[in-house]
């Protein structure tokens, strides 16, 4: 099983550096001049696989294949398989539709966010601050944008960018099994801790759509895990995927600068209660992930928006920040942060709560059809959105803490892992969406992480009950991830469906003459309808429409005018 956890660990540092790589080229490339070009990938796949031959050279081979090729194939063939599988389902989710793939298309389509605003064409007056695409391109992370760009210019398919979600899901997976199978977790354990931090209700539910929050939430857990190993052992392919892991988390979402520096924070602190040796490698690692990936590798974003609108992580803050906390459930405000999140956790699930009044109390064991369609067809579920039984796991997770300090053989690991959940909640009640499942996904480690260290110590009667309940801890939320998998699953197959019946309609409908259509602020759309062959004219507005009862592209804003017969 060890051989297992290190391919699984190799395969995961070949998917971070790839991605990494990619968007490091990608920011040499924009700084020179040049626009995102396919080059970036094979630039990318060389240094990776220089760099592992380099760092996997003692992984026992396969065949006659030395260890090093055995992990570049299978990184390759998940890659491409990933990408066909991210290809089934259509994204179906507005800010999906809107920002996030404008800002894959515009990077395609030779913008080089260094130097230049997207060219738009596109009249905005009409629409509020937080709806205007320009804002929110010029403002926002590029990273994964950058790798989901390179993915559609070589395949053609919007829907195949998507991937990264998928490869970080398994780069995630991959780092913290070998680091739980290194610190002593019984391999069956190890696995289904592994399965549950890297595929949790968030990274889940956004897989078929173009939201990031289920990638910040992965690449937290591979900058974890590979500090974690460097704290326990000090070498430079650690030290690597640690930065590239950062510099993407960085460059993912503008959340994404709070929980590299939390996570130093924490590490570091760490290493200077119990590991000085490795402080020196934390503090160059961290600092150069910073610099780098702020100033150079995400000076657009950051050194732009510094620049431009006031600070550097506008619009989440500065002088004109455009957030609020009015999109909480209605009986949320009157909550504090605490109160909101410990709501939200036990709460019945909800999408747009909003509309629904008071939340609901979820009963503890209780997993219903109408729970669990919550999840089916958004990316974003607001109130419980850990999952039907994330709740009654962290209840079982409380429970192993307890018997963690009862009479501990060792105060040392009962401390890292009250440091480690007082970091999460922290993190957590730090932001005004402490309810907000998608902008807080971290919360779902603090249940793993109690979990993986009730196997340290097992001696005994209580060490043999530790472990049963650590093993009842990880079974709830295998449940958990697989029941929210598989209603999500169904219900993306349903929407895509759906959205390609219409697609279709659109195409009759232009077979005689051109339809006129207004994408308004969802412009992507205009590239599923090309690559559909819809004939079609379009206006700005969906005033200046010639019909009287336009068609609405459902979910969308969108709307569009059948051809006068």
């Given at each position: 099983?060890?051989?297992?956890?290190?391919y699984?660990?190799?395969?995961?540092?070949?998917l971070v550096?790839?991605?990494?790589?990619?968007?490091?080229?990608a920011?040499?490339?924009?700084?020179?001049?040049?626009?995102?070009?396919?080059?970036?990938?094979?630039?990318?796949?060389?240094?990776?696989?220089t760099?592992?031959?380099?760092?996997?050279?003692e992984?026992p081979?396969?065949?006659?294949?030395?260890?090093?090729m055995?992990?570049?194939?299978?990184?390759?063939?998940?890659?491409?398989?990933m990408?066909?599988v991210?290809?089934q389902?259509?994204?179906?989710?507005?800010?999906?539709?809107?920002?996030?793939?404008?800002?894959?298309?515009?990077?395609?389509?030779?913008?080089?966010p260094?130097?230049?605003?997207a060219?738009l064409?596109?009249?905005?007056?009409d629409?509020?601050?937080?709806?205007?695409?320009?804002m929110w391109?010029a403002?926002?992370?590029?990273?994964?944008?950058?790798?989901?760009?390179?993915?559609?210019?070589?395949?053609g398919?919007?829907?195949?960018?998507?991937v990264?979600?998928?490869?970080l899901g398994?780069a995630?997976?991959g780092t913290v099994?070998w680091?739980l199978?290194?610190?002593?977790v019984?391999?069956?354990?190890?696995l289904?801790?592994?399965?549950?931090?890297?595929?949790?209700?968030?990274?889940?539910?956004?897989?078929?759509s173009?939201?990031?929050?289920?990638?910040?939430?992965?690449l937290?857990?591979?900058?974890l895990?590979?500090?974690?190993?460097?704290?326990r052992g000090?070498?430079w392919s650690?030290?690597?995927?640690?930065?590239?892991?950062?510099?993407?988390?960085?460059?993912?979402?503008l959340?994404?600068?709070?929980y590299a520096a939390?996570?130093?924070?924490?590490?570091?602190?760490?290493?200077?209660?119990?590991?000085?040796a490795?402080?020196?490698?934390?503090i160059g690692?961290?600092?150069?992930a910073g610099?780098?990936?702020?100033?150079?590798?995400?000076y657009?974003?950051y050194?732009?928006?510094q620049?431009?609108?006031?600070?550097?992580?506008?619009?989440?803050?500065g002088p004109?920040?455009?957030?609020?906390?009015?999109?909480g459930?209605r009986?949320f405000?009157?909550?504090?942060?605490?109160?909101?999140l410990?709501?939200?956790?036990?709460?019945?699930?909800?999408?747009?709560?909003?509309?629904?009044?008071?939340?609901?109390?979820?009963?503890?064991?209780?997993?219903t059809?109408?729970?669990?369609?919550?999840?089916?067809?958004?990316?974003d579920v607001?109130?419980?959105?850990?999952?039907?039984?994330?709740?009654?796991?962290?209840?079982?997770?409380?429970?192993?803490m307890a018997?963690?300090?009862?009479?501990p053989?060792?105060?040392?690991?009962?401390?890292?892992?009250?440091?480690?959940?007082?970091m999460?909640v922290?993190?957590t009640?730090?932001?005004?969406?402490?309810?907000?499942?998608?902008?807080?996904?971290?919360?779902?480690?603090?249940?793993?992480i109690?979990?993986?260290?009730?196997?340290?110590?097992?001696?005994g009667?209580?060490?043999?009950?530790?472990?049963g309940?650590?093993?009842?801890v990880?079974?709830l939320?295998m449940?958990?991830s697989?029941?929210?998998?598989?209603?999500?699953?169904?219900?993306?197959?349903?929407l895509t469906?759906?959205?390609?019946?219409?697609?279709?309609a659109?195409?009759?409908?232009?077979q005689?003459s051109?339809v006129v259509v207004?994408?308004?602020?969802?412009?992507?759309?205009r590239?599923?309808?090309?690559?559909?062959?819809v004939?079609?004219?379009?206006v700005?507005?969906?005033?200046?429409?010639?019909?009287?009862?336009?068609?609405?592209?459902?979910?969308?804003h969108?709307?569009?005018c059948p051809?006068?017969r």
């Amino acid at each position: 099983m060890k051989t297992f956890g290190a391919y699984a660990w190799w395969i995961g540092w070949a998917l971070v550096l790839f991605m990494g790589s990619s968007f490091a080229l990608a920011a040499a490339s924009f700084t020179i001049g040049l626009p995102l070009t396919t080059a970036v990938w094979m630039g990318a796949a060389v240094l990776t696989v220089t760099l592992l031959a380099r760092a996997a050279r003692e992984l026992p081979g396969i065949g006659r294949l030395p260890g090093w090729m055995a992990v570049t194939a299978t990184t390759a063939l998940l890659i491409v398989a990933m990408a066909s599988v991210a290809r089934q389902c259509d994204d179906a989710s507005g800010d999906g539709h809107w920002f996030h793939q404008e800002g894959v298309i515009q990077l395609a389509e030779n913008w080089n966010p260094f130097y230049f605003d997207a060219d738009l064409d596109l009249t905005e007056s009409d629409l509020g601050d937080t709806r205007k695409t320009s804002m929110w391109l010029a403002s926002y992370p590029k990273a994964l944008w950058i790798v989901s760009s390179l993915v559609y210019m070589t395949t053609g398919d919007l829907e195949a960018g998507k991937v990264v979600h998928w490869l970080l899901g398994w780069a995630a997976m991959g780092t913290v099994l070998w680091l739980l199978l290194d610190i002593g977790v019984p391999a069956v354990a190890a696995l289904a801790l592994a399965f549950v931090s890297a595929w949790t209700p968030v990274v889940i539910t956004q897989l078929y759509s173009y939201y990031l929050d289920g990638d910040v939430h992965c690449l937290m857990v591979i900058a974890l895990a590979s500090g974690v190993r460097l704290l326990r052992g000090r070498d430079w392919s650690t030290a690597l995927v640690l930065f590239a892991s950062l510099v993407l988390l960085i460059n993912a979402k503008l959340l994404g600068v709070a929980y590299a520096a939390l996570i130093g924070l924490g590490l570091g602190g760490w290493a200077l209660v119990r590991q000085r040796a490795a402080l020196r490698w934390l503090i160059g690692v961290f600092c150069a992930a910073g610099l780098l990936g702020i100033v150079w590798f995400g000076y657009s974003p950051y050194v732009r928006n510094q620049r431009e609108r006031g600070h550097f992580l506008y619009p989440a803050m500065g002088p004109n920040r455009i957030f609020d906390n009015a999109l909480g459930p209605r009986d949320f405000p009157a909550l504090n942060r605490a109160q909101d999140l410990l709501t939200t956790i036990y709460a019945r699930p909800e999408v747009f709560p909003i509309f629904s009044g008071a939340t609901r109390p979820k009963p503890l064991l209780s997993v219903t059809e109408e729970d669990l369609a919550q999840f089916r067809h958004w990316p974003d579920v607001a109130v419980g959105g850990y999952g039907v039984l994330f709740g009654e796991a962290l209840l079982g997770a409380g429970l192993v803490m307890a018997l963690l300090l009862w009479r501990p053989a060792s105060w040392w690991p009962v401390a890292a892992v009250a440091f480690a959940a007082v970091m999460i909640v922290g993190s957590t009640l730090m932001k005004e969406f402490a309810w907000y499942a998608r902008y807080n996904p971290q919360i779902s480690l603090i249940p793993v992480i109690v979990a993986a260290a009730a196997f340290q110590h097992t001696a005994g009667f209580a060490g043999r009950l530790r472990r049963g309940l650590a093993y009842g801890v990880a079974l709830l939320l295998m449940v958990n991830s697989v029941a929210i998998g598989r209603s999500y699953f169904i219900g993306q197959v349903e929407l895509t469906q759906h959205f390609r019946r219409q697609v279709r309609a659109a195409v009759e409908a232009s077979q005689e003459s051109p339809v006129v259509v207004s994408f308004r602020h969802l412009r992507s759309f205009r590239v599923y309808w090309h690559k559909a062959g819809v004939r079609f004219r379009e206006v700005r507005r969906p005033d200046l429409l010639p019909c009287q009862k336009p068609v609405t592209i459902d979910m969308m804003h969108a709307v569009w005018c059948p051809p006068e017969r």
